[in-house]
């Protein structure tokens, strides 16, 4: 059974140790913060044998150099940013698979926030690491794809089994629910959802990682193909479209 | 940002490029003649790897600009410099201090060897150096801390 060690870093990002107890590896997802993961990594016990990034901003890959410097680990990044992730071994592309002790991981293509994001998904944990391509209740901010991109990208993390546990990047819950309200008032499902998320961060408590079950019912990026959203969005028939006009919304929220 | 490959590793060992400079300085001063060729054949191309470095970080400047309307910033040439640059004894308002230590005592030594009446060939030396080590201070120059994103939640 893989061991999921969850911490926040930088202002509110998090990070991901992945271990496998059988072989003892660890993967970092993603290296917002090389001291951070160093001191996590240590206060587990665990050795840092790979890094896997999902895409080349700082706030995700910025720490490889200096965590690969320390612990001498392997570090695997998207090929398709190749020319802007620092200190990388492997570069991988959609399709491949990556592997943590027995635990294989496939490369999923989650372009849209950047042009080569990758998510990671391991079948046989039913978890996948998306990075800003998905968030609880949102999506990353679409800076360098289209909407056609990150709508297929999406599509891909919708067709993965609705039990899976999607561990996102940042905390951004809180806000996402109130655009997710905002643009889907009448959702019953985000309504409970939103208040369970009020909860959990009046508590101070993470709401990541999040189900795709659960968000297939409310994120409402995720219900771009969802006809009463796309009448609502003003069109009908068209997942892209509304997907961009959401995202336009967002933006500007 | 292919360039980080090409300028990463002479932007790190400038330190001691500028050591292996000032250990040839006098022998150039005293033996200008011999070593006429052998210093242009070293100092310019040592020259233009500063101008080059110089250059690198204006483009990055100029596109870190042009991204970073609400979004994340490229990956900063100094940023990974994950050697002493990162600690303070050696950060000068982001600068490599030891840089400009390293280029003062060049330009101390040729005061030593003569000043204006040394031979050009150690002054021009001097100037490629120089033209090195700036351009290496700039472009391992440590960001300032970046201001706030520009909405509650950037990325997303």
């Known amino acids: 059974m893989l061991e999921v060690h969850q911490f926040p870093c930088l202002s509110d990002n998090y990070g991901y140790l992945l271990h496998d107890p059988v072989s003892g590896d660890t993967a970092c997802i993603d290296t917002p913060d090389a001291e951070a993961y160093l001191r996590e990594a240590g206060h587990k016990g665990w050795q840092i044998t790979q890094i896997w990034n999902t895409h080349w901003h700082p706030d995700h890959a910025g720490g490889n150099a200096a965590i690969k410097a320390a612990t001498g680990c392997t570090v695997i990044a998207s090929a398709a940013e190749a020319d802007r992730t620092a200190a990388v071994d492997r570069f991988v592309s959609p399709g491949d698979v990556v592997q943590l002790g027995d635990f294989e991981a496939q490369v999923i293509d989650v372009g849209g926030h950047t042009l080569g994001h990758i998510a990671y998904h391991l079948p046989g944990a039913s978890m996948a690491f998306v990075g800003d391509s998905l968030f609880a209740l949102g999506c990353g901010r679409m800076f360098e794809g289209t909407p056609e991109q990150f709508w297929t990208s999406l599509s891909r993390l919708k067709a993965l089994p609705a039990e899976t546990l999607v561990y996102c990047a940042h905390e951004y819950t809180a806000s996402n629910a109130r655009f997710a309200v905002h643009a889907d008032p009448d959702n019953a499902d985000l309504a409970s959802y939103a208040a369970r998320v009020a909860a959990l961060r009046a508590e101070g408590k993470p709401t990541v990682p999040t189900t795709l079950a659960r968000e297939f019912k409310a994120n409402p990026f995720l219900r771009a193909d969802d006809p009463a959203m796309q009448a609502r969005w003003g069109h009908p028939g068209d997942a892209v479209a509304t997907f961009a006009a959401l995202r336009g919304a967002k933006d500007t929220f | ?156």
């Open chain 2, 1 to 156: 940002m292919r360039f980080r490959s090409f300028l990463d590793p002479p932007a790190r060992t400038a330190p001691w490029v500028a050591i292996g400079a000032m250990l040839a300085m006098p022998v150039i001063a005293r033996w200008p003649e011999m070593t006429r060729l052998p210093a242009l054949v070293l100092g310019v191309p040592l020259a233009m790897t500063g101008a080059a470095m110089a250059l690198a970080r204006m483009i990055w400047t100029i596109n870190k600009t042009a991204l970073t309307d609400g979004g994340p910033m490229l990956p900063d040439p100094g940023e990974l410099n994950s050697g002493p640059m990162r600690t303070r004894w050696f950060n000068l308002y982001g600068y490599d201090r030891r840089l400009f230590l390293l280029m003062l005592a060049l330009i101390a030594e040729l005061g030593l060897l003569g000043g204006g009446d040394a031979p050009h060939e150690a002054g021009l030396w001097l100037w490629c150096a120089a033209v090195y080590l700036i351009g290496a201070a700039n472009y391992t120059r440590t960001p300032p801390p970046e201001p706030a994103g520009t909405g509650e939640n950037p990325n997303a």
